[in-house]
């Protein structure tokens, strides 16, 4: 990675998730990087998005929920009320390993995602199955700031080569592993796992 390069981050309807984007998106930038924010408003922006219709970059944040019991990661979207051409409602709008394939389309490079419960083999083996080259995310429940953490972390070592005074470079894997250990407690930077492909689907740290 090095400065310069683009970073997508999406987020929905929910103010939660509003104050996690810009706050990664300042940082990011900061770093140098080249950041879009992408607004999930309605359904039809999530599914475009989901779709590859946003610019493409080699790294794409969601911040998004999770509910790791239901195996759903969930946006708060808005829809056209049936028979209306004005009314409009919130809805979640429910991304699932099952519906992955469906969804996700013209995908590359490494997805990240802060929606709680995720970081699970099910959800990596369909984000990699569809053509990311690497799936990041929290294996239980983390709070805004731990997620805001691990992913400015995260940015922080991948440039490490090109912005410290002290220069390494580090793999993703490596530096998931140096973000994760910022807060070495089970909710918190340390959640996040890091799954690649391989030959047998897909590995975690």
Request: with cysteine; proline share 2%.
């Amino acid at each position: 990675m090095n400065i310069y390069d683009r970073v997508v981050i999406a987020y929905d309807k929910n103010l939660e998730n509003f104050h996690m984007a810009t706050a990664i998106r300042g940082m990011l930038e900061c770093y140098g990087l080249n950041v879009s924010l992408v607004w999930l408003n309605e359904k039809h922006n999530a599914i475009d998005f989901l779709a590859g219709h946003a610019p493409k970059a080699d790294y794409t944040i969601l911040c998004a929920h999770g509910i790791g019991h239901e195996n759903r990661i969930w946006f708060t979207v808005i829809e056209k009320m049936t028979g209306t051409d004005y009314c409009y409602e919130e809805v979640e709008f429910n991304l699932t390993p099952d519906n992955i394939v469906e969804y996700v389309k013209n995908a590359g490079g490494t997805f990240i995602t802060t929606a709680c419960d995720s970081g699970r083999q099910v959800f990596a083996k369909a984000f990699l199955d569809v053509g990311y080259r690497a799936f990041i995310a929290p294996e239980v429940a983390v709070d805004l700031t731990s997620s805001v953490m691990f992913i400015c972390g995260f940015f922080c070592n991948m440039l490490a080569h090109a912005r410290d005074i002290h220069k390494a470079t580090y793999t993703e894997r490596e530096a998931v592993e140096r973000a994760a250990a910022i807060q070495p407690f089970p909710d918190g930077t340390a959640a996040f796992r890091y799954f690649g492909g391989d030959h047998n689907g897909c590995v975690a740290v």
